[in-house]
């Protein structure tokens, strides 16, 4: 049996952990060294790519900043995220604001130092991407459409890293990048359509606060329409293996997703349909694995 310290020590890493969203950063960590593999450096061989400790430091740096930006995040929101995730606040709570910001300060201290190990352009680049999710998390994100494309800009910004280190410009990179960052921004829609409640009562001026539902359902409405674009061009127009089972999967639920947006009308309706992008945003992740099935044999 664990001591009452030693539980209150697991109760503390688990809170540390909700705020950090471990979790999230896990699944960066593997969809950035993925796209390397499969796509951005799909013609090096697959243990130059692992081995890479520069990418290593890429990764890693990447990994601390949006840990530090999950806890900025979670400071500037602990009052909001008293009404809209109760449960999960109760969590975070049991680490102290002080012991918090001691940790944001840590990592973005520590992503810089791994950046200096690529270079000096490596610094800059985490320099400003730390700089613009605080900006992000301390006032951008309070204001409607700024705030949204902010904060798809940022998601995608750790795999932009990573493309300005091997210096891929193929066109299928691109068109990857616009499905992305599509299915990121309807999730950040949807997400603020789900937390409506606690953005009014903090005076957040979400687009859903600033235009209401029906704006919100139509702007999404059209985001998914768009998206069918990149969809349909890496389906017949590009080589993506059997990826191409993931976009048909993903036009088949942006199918429901728009049928349920249109019913939706309760928080727990919005939960579902946030849940069903975050399965096609994770689906997609792990489906690069299937750009080349043999890719581990081929290339070690």
Do not use: C
Not at 242 to 264: A, G, P, T
């Amino acid at each position: 049996m664990l001591s009452r310290k030693q539980k209150l020590i697991l109760l503390k890493f688990f809170s540390m952990f909700s705020v950090v969203r471990g979790y999230n950063i896990l699944i960066v960590i593997i969809a950035q060294y993925l796209t390397s593999i499969y796509i951005l450096a799909h013609d090096k061989p697959l243990k130059e790519v692992v081995s890479d400790l520069n990418l290593l430091m890429l990764v890693l740096a990447s990994s601390a900043t949006i840990a530090g930006g999950y806890i900025i995040n979670n400071f500037y929101d602990s009052e909001k995220d008293l009404i809209n995730r109760p449960i999960k606040s109760r969590l975070d709570k049991l680490v102290s604001q002080n012991t918090k910001l001691s940790f944001y300060f840590v990592l973005n201290f520590l992503a810089v130092i791994m950046a200096s190990y690529v270079s000096f352009r490596a610094v800059v680049f985490f320099s400003i991407y730390i700089f613009g999710i605080w900006l992000y998390s301390h006032k951008l994100k309070k204001m409607p459409f700024i705030g949204n494309l902010t904060s798809a800009i940022l998601m995608i910004t750790p795999f932009f890293a990573i493309f300005m280190y091997y210096k891929n410009y193929e066109t299928v990179i691109f068109v990857h990048a616009i499905f992305l960052f599509l299915m990121i921004s309807m999730h950040e829609l949807t997400k603020d359509l789900e937390n409506i409640k606690g953005d009014i009562a903090q005076n957040y001026v979400t687009i859903p606060v600033a235009y209401g539902e029906r704006v919100s359902k139509v702007m999404l409405t059209i985001l998914a329409l768009l998206t069918l674009v990149p969809a349909y061009l890496l389906l017949f127009k590009f080589d993506v293996g059997h990826m191409d089972m993931f976009f048909y999967l993903s036009i088949f639920l942006l199918l429901i997703f728009l049928f349920l947006l249109w019913k939706s009308k309760a928080k727990l309706h919005y939960l579902i349909l946030h849940n069903i992008l975050k399965l096609i945003i994770l689906a997609g992740v792990f489906s690069i694995l299937l750009i080349d099935v043999h890719v581990i044999l081929n290339r070690i």
